[in-house]
């Protein structure tokens, strides 16, 4: 999808602030306010603008660990898989499920109160999920960029 630089500028805009108004966001981009309502409206109608949301500080919450879980499932199957795609859904603690090429099959970002929660978490749930063979287990040290902005 090709944009115009009035939408790139909007997207950029809006990733950096959700909650701008559209008066304070036509002004920072150069649009009069009904121009630019009209493609915001138009950017959420075709799905580029998926929702708003507030990002949370972890750490602020007590989640002071984040983990990444390779998950290597035991079978392949459409079925096997799907039930352990509706796990990873129901699994509060799992905030990122990737599929992936290479020596395993799924990569989570697990967030946790600590390390013993993270244990529970990985060793009471996830390795009991259904079709899950094995799993190893990475600590983030130091978060060095965590960006929701995607370059537009």
């Known amino acids: 999808m090709k944009f115009s630089e009035s939408e790139r500028r909007i997207l950029r805009a809006l990733q950096q602030n959700g909650r701008t108004s559209n008066v304070e966001l036509a002004q920072k981009v150069g649009l009069s306010e009904s121009p630019c309502f009209r493609r915001v409206k138009q950017l ?3 799905g580029v603008i998926s929702s708003y949301a ?3 500080d ?3 919450l007590g989640l002071d660990v984040t983990a990444f879980v390779q998950v290597t499932l035991d079978q392949r199957s459409e079925p096997d898989t799907e039930a352990f795609l509706r796990a990873v859904e129901l699994e509060d603690n799992i905030m990122e ?3 992936t090429s290479g020596d395993y099959d799924f990569l989570l970002r697990v967030v946790a109160k600590n390390i013993d929660d993270f244990a529970d978490i990985s060793m009471r749930r996830i390795l009991k999920f259904p079709g899950v063979k094995n799993i190893v287990s990475t600590f983030s040290l130091q978060t060095v960029k965590l960006s929701h902005v995607l370059p537009t």
Request: glycine fraction near 0%; hydrophobic fraction near 35%.
């Open 44 to 46: 959420e109608d075709t």
């Open 54 to 56: 507030a990002i949370v």
């Open 58 to 60: 972890q750490r602020k």
């Open 97 to 99: 499920c990737y599929a």
